[in-house]
């Protein structure tokens, strides 16, 4: 077995000097208990810990859902995603055969890491999900509902696609994050929507697949209604990374702005673009933890829809620094280039980290041997480039001005006259 020293699996603290000054100019850092693997006594432990001065890495909560015939992209997502400090729970849509659901499961339970952590999931009563509706949103709120009663002890929660993959290891991300105050929200919003978007909140549609097993039509009201004024409308992403706090009032809502906002969007087409932009937007003590950007590639502006990235857009996307990507194509080629060049991935295995402990090399797989104590990170020069893009992402957000996290636009824009604008 390979000797694991200090110098192989800690990554130079000096690259985020700026990051930590500027979050501990802002912030206190909240510091986690860190979660301890347990183990059967056959596997090998490691002695070895993260510096002292180095925070406990967090622990992420994954979503990760897909159609009905997903289950094999899901299942390379959640490799390719997978540290054993992380929570996961797979969803396929209701539509899915139970054929490709109880393969789902049994590939999850095939793992041996997997079963010793017990920290992925397979959704059993899945939903019907229809991608232009509001069935997305209530989706997302079961998934981050189902992983708060869990009771385990994560920091974000971040949502996936099956077309989604990551561009940077776990290690990666998470040594990054460890940097990160646990209450900042990375949600991509603007409020300079255009009057397309206008036109799309103030119809009234309804999704089939809130009331129906079978898929139905989308139908919208012959009549539209007046834009809100009882809060400041935002869009964005439907791609999130929120804070368990961030999630907790959007499940509990101990304030009744979550369930009037889940209310009115209910009756809107895309809505998980805005929910959670216009909801940690409007809260006056989570505005001030929203990070202008959600770390994926590309980054969008509004609420357009993202094309399906192909082998050109490789060297962009790898040198973006960005965390994620999608859309990508089902056994996409592309798939395998970021496997061997970014995530040091074989074909059929877990992206190895620092918990892991195989040999390497060859066709060996260095995570059917690992650690019980999975604060040991092995982060890649990768990360030097998430950092970079974090902290763009944050200074072009004035993240040192409280007032200035959500972007309002000015007071006497094109809002009024969108509302007076002629209908199609």
Not at 50 to 77: E, K, M, N, Q, V
Not at 259 to 273: A, D
Not at 393 to 414: I, L, W
Request: hydrophobic share 40%; proline share 6%; charged share 20%.
């Amino acid at each position: 077995m390979a000797k694991l020293t200090r110098k192989n699996l800690l990554f130079s603290l000096f690259s985020l000097s700026l990051l930590s000054l500027l979050l501990l100019h802002h912030h206190h850092h909240h510091h986690h208990n860190s979660r301890r693997l347990s183990l059967p006594p056959t596997f090998p432990t490691s002695s070895s810990s993260s510096s002292s001065s180095s925070p406990p890495p967090p622990s992420i909560a994954y979503f990760i859902s897909g159609a009905d015939t997903d289950a094999p992209r899901i299942f390379r997502l959640l490799q390719a995603a997978y540290h054993p400090r992380n929570h996961y729970l797979l969803h396929l849509d209701r539509r899915a055969s139970d054929h490709h659901r109880d393969w789902l499961a049994r590939m999850v339970a095939s793992v041996p890491v997997f079963m010793a952590a017990g920290n992925v999931n397979v959704v059993e009563k899945a939903s019907s999900v229809r991608d232009e509706g509001s069935s997305p949103l209530a989706l997302a709120l079961h998934g981050a509902a189902v992983l708060l009663k869990c009771g385990r002890d994560w920091d974000w929660f971040l949502n996936l696609d099956a077309s989604d993959y990551p561009l940077v290891s776990q290690d990666d991300l998470l040594h990054i994050l460890s940097f990160v105050p646990r209450d900042f929200n990375f949600i991509a919003h603007t409020s300079n929507t255009s009057w397309r978007e206008y036109q799309r909140i103030m119809e009234v549609t309804v999704d089939p697949a809130l009331y129906l097993i079978s898929k139905g039509r989308m139908f919208t009201g012959n009549r539209k209604r007046t834009l809100s004024d009882a809060y400041q409308f935002f869009t964005g992403s439907p791609h999130v990374i929120l804070s368990r706090k961030l999630v907790e009032f959007s499940i509990l809502g101990w304030d009744n702005l979550p369930r009037k906002l889940l209310l009115f969007f209910t009756n809107t087409k895309y809505s998980l673009r805005d929910y959670f932009q216009t909801l940690a937007c409007n809260s006056k003590e989570f505005s001030k933890t929203v990070v202008n950007s959600n770390l994926r590639f590309p980054q969008l502006d509004g609420a357009e829809s993202p094309r399906d990235l192909t082998i050109s857009d490789l060297g962009k996307m790898l040198s973006s620094g960005a965390a994620f990507a999608g859309k990508f194509h089902a056994n996409e080629a592309l798939l395998d280039k970021i496997d061997s060049l970014m995530l040091h991935r074989k074909p059929g295995t877990i992206s190895p980290g620092g918990w892991c402990l195989g040999e390497r090399g060859g066709w060996r797989d260095p995570c059917e041997l690992w650690a019980a104590d999975t604060i040991i990170l092995r982060p890649s020069p990768a990360a030097k480039t998430l950092e970079t893009l974090l902290l763009r992402s944050m200074a072009n957000n004035n993240m040192t001005s409280p007032a200035n996290r959500c972007v309002h636009r000015r007071s006497g824009d094109a809002v009024a006259a969108t509302v007076e604008a002629p209908e199609d």
